[in-house]
């Protein structure tokens, strides 16, 4: 019950508008599951491997991942990179070992991250962050039954946001001098597809709100919005809504998708009926929700 408490102290955050009413009581339920997953069979977990040493950039701090995978399986497997929500400024990789357990059950090695939070660093240092996640996996996977060719990005809420931009946004993979090995990107009820027109409606005073991570810059809005990297060389999307996800993050997914079918005549998208934001990643509790056949055939494409 301590161990309850801690972390739902650790999860209760500040935001209004865009993700208005989030405040993340649901992450309890998903406590409840992570410390209870430890008694999944046939997975292996390796927990708190660094991957980012400090100062990278001379600016990031140490992070680590845990890596999920399947004790016993027939050559290299499928790796899915999640990378938690919270709005940017809170959140925790071991609030997610469902999910690690779940996908690796499921014959997928499963990497979850941990990354750098506002207010203390901005987007930029969080999309490198996961950008170096990325690296560290493509070279060291291997090692755990994955499959360095078969990469793929995953996030909910503002992890769905972090999780394309690097996918779509190759500037991150170029400052690491690397190439981009990213197969595909799994994005659910993502946020900040289109940030630059949202910060520009909601027309916040400088330094505030989403302002502290974003920054005051429309520069940045623009160079951290998924949707002005949208290009017919881009890796796959397949892209989960609720049907009745926040109002911002509707209109930024329309507009996301609206300039994607541009591109892609028949995007691989679902709208699923009466979900709300919250149950989008809550929903995987469930090991038998359709959700992971979704992702696992878009995987196997």
């Not at 909910?156 to 690097?166: D, E, T």
């Amino acid at each position: 019950m301590k161990t309850l408490l801690t972390l739902s102290r650790f999860i209760k955050i500040k935001h209004k508008c865009y993700l208005k009413s989030v405040k993340y009581p649901f992450f309890l339920v998903l406590i409840v599951l992570a410390l209870s997953s430890c008694s999944f069979k046939g997975v292996s977990r390796y927990r708190n491997i660094t991957y980012i040493e400090e100062h990278l950039s001379g600016k990031l701090p140490k992070k680590e991942l845990n890596v999920f995978a399947p004790k016993k399986s027939s050559g290299e497997q499928d790796v899915l990179i999640f990378i938690h929500g919270g709005s940017w400024n809170s959140g925790k990789k071991e609030i997610y070992n469902f999910l690690g357990n779940r996908f690796a059950k499921k014959g997928v090695v499963t990497v979850i991250i941990d990354y750098p939070l506002s207010p203390e660093y901005q987007v930029h240092d969080m999309a490198l962050a996961s950008t170096q996640a990325v690296k560290w996996t493509h070279q060291n996977i291997s090692r755990f039954g994955g499959n360095p060719n078969q990469i793929f990005v995953s996030g909910h809420s503002a992890g769905g946001h972090l999780a394309s931009l690097i996918s779509l946004r190759n500037e991150y993979f170029d400052t690491l001098q690397y190439n981009n090995p990213v197969r595909g990107a799994v994005l659910i009820d993502a946020a900040g597809l289109d940030m630059k027109w949202f910060l520009e409606q909601m027309n916040y005073e400088p330094g505030t709100e989403y302002l502290v991570t974003f920054t005051d810059s429309p520069e940045v809005w623009k160079d951290t919005s998924p949707i002005y990297y949208l290009d017919e060389k881009d890796p796959p999307l397949l892209i989960l809504m609720g049907e009745k996800t926040l109002p911002g993050i509707k209109v930024t997914t329309d507009r996301f998708l609206e300039k994607y079918k541009e591109l892609v005549a028949e995007p691989d998208f679902h709208v699923q009926k009466g979900k709300k934001h919250k149950p989008m990643i809550v929903q995987f509790i469930n090991p038998r929700n359709k959700v992971y056949d979704w992702i696992l055939e878009f995987m196997a494409q």
